[in-house]
């Protein structure tokens, strides 16, 4: 019952906050325009981030006595928000947004042994690997939430069903805090999206999208998902299968075609080539690629689900059907994009 309270104030501080920051918003010129890679036609707010950072606040500040071990992720996680608010504002450099990124990511692993991929052994060189190994995965997750951002609802309803898929996980195995922290972060984002819908919009911008990404790669890293060591490491990879998909399918598209050659191109590099422009150039309408993304999102999570009690092998036949899946997701996309545009000539 508490934790149902809590995730009503968080709903309804995200819902209320997002009407004020709309009109400042507008009142300090931090808006989205139309043109480019961008599928929208009005200047937009960008402050949506910052209603479910709120919400989130909110909160937590009810359970702040047993935040001991997530308060490192939350403080960083917030470093991560305000650095998107400056992106949103003043724009930075990819390098910069970068440096910053992996700074922040490298202090918190530090700080917070908890938050790390374990899988090797324990000596300075093992260690080293891990590290590498984890700051490739935070700022990764973080920034292909980023690239997911591009349709109204995509990126905080997929965060949703994520959250959700994580939280029975934790409920099964009784790690209540996430589960907790995961609750209120859904009832967050829910309070975000009827603004996202509705025709007086309001976006995640890049502070809440790699706010996101950022809370979503640092729930995966400390939850326990399972008792086999491998199958811990393949459920975070199935539940966040969609951005990691979009990400290398965009990035693969993108070096066949000749787009981008170095990291920094990578980076700054915009088009529209990510996953759900593509389901909307075969023929999708907005809304009908985002609920085909939440269907791919959702199936993967309930594979997730399903093996977390099994052991490496059966985690790793999922693991291979989620990428023969995302193969002919990509193939089909690829054939389709082609025909149509050959019958466009």
Same mark, same amino acid.
């Given at each position: 019952?508490?934790?149902?309270?809590?995730?009503?104030?968080?709903?309804?501080?995200?819902?209320?906050?997002?009407?004020?920051?709309?009109?400042?918003?507008?009142?300090?010129?931090?808006?989205?325009?139309?043109?480019?890679?961008?599928?929208?036609?009005?200047?937009?707010?960008?402050?949506?981030?910052?209603?479910?950072?709120?919400?989130?606040?909110?909160?937590?500040?009810?359970?702040?006595?047993?935040?001991?071990?997530?308060?490192?992720?939350?403080?960083?996680?917030?470093?991560?928000?305000?650095?998107?608010?400056?992106?949103?504002?003043?724009?930075?450099?990819?390098?910069?947004?970068?440096?910053?990124?992996?700074?922040?990511?490298?202090?918190?692993?530090?700080?917070?042994?908890?938050?790390?991929?374990?899988?090797?052994?324990?000596?300075?060189?093992?260690?080293?690997?891990?590290?590498?190994?984890?700051?490739?995965?935070?700022?990764?997750?973080?920034?292909?939430?980023?690239?997911?951002?591009? !349709?109204? /609802?995509?990126? #905080?309803?997929?965060?949703?069903?994520? @959250? *959700?898929?994580?939280?029975? $996980? +934790?409920?099964?195995?009784?790690?209540?805090?996430?589960?907790?922290?995961?609750?209120?972060?859904?009832?967050?984002?829910?309070?975000?999206?009827?603004?996202?819908?509705?025709?007086?919009?309001?976006?995640?911008?890049?502070?809440?999208?790699?706010?996101?990404?950022?809370?979503?790669?640092?729930?995966? !890293?400390? /939850?326990?998902? #399972?008792?086999?060591?491998?199958?811990? @490491? *393949?459920?975070?990879?199935? $539940? +966040?299968?969609?951005?990691?998909?979009?990400?290398?399918?965009?990035?693969?598209?993108?070096?066949?075609?000749?787009?981008?050659?170095?990291?920094?191109?990578?980076?700054?590099?915009?088009?529209?080539?990510?996953?759900?422009?593509?389901?909307?150039?075969?023929?999708?309408?907005?809304?009908?690629?985002?609920?085909?993304?939440?269907?791919?999102?959702?199936?993967?999570?309930?594979?997730?689900?399903?093996?977390?009690?099994?052991?490496?092998?059966?985690?790793?036949?999922?693991?291979?059907?989620?990428?023969?899946?995302?193969?002919?997701?990509?193939?089909?996309?690829?054939?389709?994009?082609?025909?149509?545009?050959?019958?466009?000539?």
């Amino acid at each position: 019952m508490n934790t149902l309270i809590i995730s009503i104030i968080a709903f309804f501080v995200s819902y209320l906050s997002l009407q004020i920051l709309k009109k400042i918003a507008f009142r300090f010129n931090i808006l989205d325009l139309p043109g480019g890679r961008k599928v929208h036609k009005n200047a937009t707010a960008l402050l949506g981030g910052a209603g479910i950072y709120l919400g989130l606040l909110c909160g937590v500040m009810f359970i702040l006595k047993d935040m001991a071990i997530f308060f490192p992720v939350f403080i960083a996680a917030t470093l991560i928000l305000i650095l998107g608010l400056i992106e949103d504002i003043r724009k930075l450099s990819a390098k910069q947004r970068l440096f910053c990124q992996l700074a922040i990511s490298l202090a918190l692993i530090l700080l917070s042994p908890e938050v790390r991929v374990s899988f090797m052994p324990a000596n300075t060189f093992g260690e080293i690997i891990e590290i590498i190994v984890t700051l490739l995965w935070i700022v990764g997750v973080t920034n292909a939430y980023n690239y997911l951002d591009g !349709l109204d /609802g995509l990126a #905080a309803g997929s965060v949703i069903i994520n @959250l *959700f898929c994580f939280s029975v $996980i +934790l409920y099964a195995t009784t790690q209540h805090l996430i589960v907790v922290i995961c609750l209120i972060l859904i009832a967050a984002c829910l309070g975000f999206l009827p603004h996202n819908f509705s025709k007086n919009k309001i976006f995640l911008g890049e502070a809440g999208s790699t706010f996101l990404g950022y809370m979503l790669a640092c729930i995966a !890293l400390i /939850g326990n998902w #399972a008792e086999d060591s491998m199958v811990k @490491l *393949f459920i975070p990879i199935l $539940i +966040l299968g969609v951005p990691i998909f979009d990400m290398i399918f965009t990035t693969i598209m993108r070096i066949r075609d000749g787009k981008v050659r170095t990291l920094i191109r990578w980076l700054t590099y915009g088009g529209k080539d990510h996953f759900h422009h593509y389901l909307v150039d075969i023929g999708l309408s907005p809304r009908g690629a985002v609920i085909f993304i939440y269907s791919i999102t959702l199936s993967l999570g309930i594979s997730a689900i399903m093996v977390s009690n099994d052991k490496a092998f059966e985690g790793f036949l999922s693991l291979v059907q989620a990428a023969i899946i995302a193969g002919i997701i990509a193939t089909l996309i690829v054939a389709g994009k082609h025909r149509r545009s050959g019958w466009n000539k």
